[in-house]
Each structure stands twice: as C-alpha cells, then as structure tokens.
C-alpha cells in the first residue's frame, strides 16, 4: 500500500461506473469486470469505498444507484447514441452521482466512465479524481482531459502501447496501471481439451469471425462464449461458420466462464481495433491456456512469450493457433502471477490517488496564502 499520512488511511473512494451495462456477471465486457474487481479489491485493502452505477449491479457491491437500470436497457446505444434522449439520461444520471460525491466527503474519485462533465466538475470542485482510460483517445474524451488539466485530476491508462496512443510525450499527471487478475478465481487447468475458445462482445471489432475461419484452418475445434453486441455481424459473418467444429454456446459468467475457459487448449484473441490492454488474453493464460493473437494493441504487452503473434489473415492466425499450443500451460499461470497480480494494481492506483489528494491539498494551501 502506499505511504499516505495516517489520516488519509483508509482512504473514502466514490468509483464512478460508466452506464451502459451493469456492474455485474455475466459481464458484457472488460469494463465492467475490470470495475466490479476494483470496488471488491479496494474493500479487500481496507478503503471505504462507494460505487456510483446503475443500480441493477450486483447487489453485494458498495452500491449506489444512480438509475434504476442500465441504459442498454432502455436506450440501445445503437439506436440512441449522439441523440438528445440519451446525452440527457447520462447528463441527469451523473449529475446526481456528483451530487452525492459533493456532499459525501470523499478523499478522491475513481472514474471508470467516460462522461466529459466529470472533468469538469472535478476541476471546478477542486475533487482529486483518477481517471481509469480503457479506451482509445476519442475525441470528445481526449479534448476534455486536456481542457480540463489540474495536477489533482490524474489519468492511468492500461498499458504502454494505450499510453502512447493517447500522448506523444505522456503528462505528469499520467501512469501505467496494467488490469490485475484474481488468480485465485481464474484457476489453473494443467490440462487442454484440443478445441480453441474465443470470448468477448460478437460485434466487428473484437473479430470472432476471424477466430472461427483461423481455427477451421488450423484443424481444430473452436468455442465462442458471449453476447451478441451486433446482430447483424453475427448473422452474416459468424453464423454461417457455426456447426460441430464451430460452436456458439452463449453468454457465460462466473464459475462456468472460468471452466470454460480453462479447459480450452488455446485461446483466440482477435482484436481489429488497438486493444488498450485485452482482459480475456490475461485470464486465460492464468487458467494456463496460452493465447493466439492478432497482433495490435496491447497484445504482445499482455501474452508476452506466453503465447504467439499474427497478422489478421486467417491462414496467418492459424500458424499462430499451432505455434501458442505448444507453449506450456505453467508457464501461462507463471507469467500472470509475475506481471499482472490485483495487489501490483492497487498499488498503481492508490499511488495515483495519493498524488492526485496531495496535488489538490497544495494547490488548496496555495489558493490560502495567495
């Protein structure tokens, strides 16, 4: 943990969520999981911490609702991103989670969402706020952390590959937190079953038609595990390739997702996109199964020798499939407990809170004297 005064020990955290989805299993994505570990984690630390999301999470979490439900629910992004209806749900929703953080007395804020405003009542407040990027630099993101730039408003990005896409030279105020895993829940598996699995949201940019042609190249059986986020790809693109060596199973969570998932012999990672950092790759190789992957983003930063490299050629890939199975299970789950544990990142983030508490005490004993 790092060295804080004693009075900032445990610290009070507000983690903001973002809407979209649920904070709750079955996850739709690595958001949502990476924040539900992050609120169970810093309990585990001794923080009191309260998480603002939609309050059909999981109810064992340090909940406060701030919408009865999540706005998939009630307003597919597909169909209401960039309308009026949508930007107002969210403007209200956070309006009131920043309300209660105000008055709430809270030491800093974790932001995992992606609202602008956020910034900009944290400035205005002089709050110190984390800001937790998963995501490219979008421009109405981007635009807003650079307008709205104080030395307690900090910023961690998942890996070094994410960092670079944000900036050329990376602020102060900026920090490399990778994405821990529970390896006591993603457990290892010493042993294969000699079919391939491909996990995540079916939609075009997490490429799982890809995975399905480079596993039928390579000879070898594949699994897919997860939500339908475009009907349309899955219907043109993914369903034609299913039958008995390809097989859709649906969308899994907990303990069933962990056994599938360990008792793969490789998994297909196949961003189409710069994956930040790729939670799912990680996972898997801490249940021992190593990882084929398309090699963009945060890949090779993820798998490291666990695991081999491709372009998005299908026949490419399927090299890959062959050359990753051969990479030992042990070394997979040895990799993982060295590079990626849930305590080495809370210890990221707790040093960023302390930075970002300290940049907004000095910057309050400056305004005083001044």
């Not at 209200?92 to 920043?98: E, N």
């Not at 898997?284 to 990882?291: D, I, R």
């Amino acid at each position: 943990m790092i060295d804080l005064p004693e009075d900032e020990r445990p610290l009070r955290i507000a983690v903001v969520a973002h809407l979209r989805h649920p904070i709750a299993s079955p996850f739709m994505g690595g958001m949502e999981a990476h924040c539900h570990q992050l609120a169970d984690a810093l309990v585990a630390r001794g923080h009191d911490v309260t998480l603002f999301a939609s309050a059909d999470s999981d109810a064992a979490l340090p909940l406060h609702g701030v919408v009865p439900q999540h706005y998939e629910a009630v307003l597919p992004w597909a169909l209401w991103h960039g309308t009026d209806e949508l930007t107002a749900f969210q403007d209200a929703a956070f309006g009131r989670a920043w309300a209660a953080i105000a008055h709430g007395g809270f030491d800093v804020v974790h932001n995992n969402a992606m609202h602008p405003a956020l910034h900009r009542w944290a400035l205005r407040d002089r709050q110190p706020m984390v800001t937790s990027l998963h995501v490219p630099p979008f421009k109405g993101l981007a635009d807003t952390i650079a307008d709205y730039a104080a030395p307690w408003l900090r910023q961690t990005v998942t890996s070094r590959s994410h960092a670079r896409s944000w900036w050329a030279d990376a602020p102060a105020t900026a920090s490399v937190v990778h994405n821990g895993i529970d390896t006591a829940r993603w457990r290892f598996s010493a042993h294969g079953n000699g079919r391939a699995i491909w996990c995540g949201r079916i939609t075009p940019n997490k490429g799982t038609a890809v995975a399905a042609a480079a596993a039928a190249i390579a000879g070898l059986p594949i699994d897919i595990y997860g939500p339908i986020d475009c009907m349309d790809y899955f219907g043109d693109h993914v369903a034609p390739l299913l039958g008995e060596a390809c097989v859709y199973h649906g969308h899994l969570g907990g303990d069933a997702l962990v056994d599938a998932i360990g008792a793969a012999s490789v998994l297909v990672s196949t961003p189409m996109w710069d994956e930040p950092f790729g939670l799912v790759a990680a996972e898997a190789l801490a249940c021992g199964v190593p990882v084929a992957a398309i090699d963009r983003g945060a890949m090779r930063e993820v798998v490291g020798e666990a695991g081999a490299y491709a372009s998005d050629d299908p026949a490419d890939l399927a090299r890959a499939i062959r050359a990753a199975m051969a990479v030992p299970r042990p070394d997979c789950r040895a990799w993982i407990e060295r590079a990626f544990s849930v305590a080495a990142m809370i210890d990221g983030y707790e040093a960023a809170y302390a930075a970002a508490i300290r940049a907004s005490s000095s910057a309050s004993t400056v305004a005083v004297l001044a």
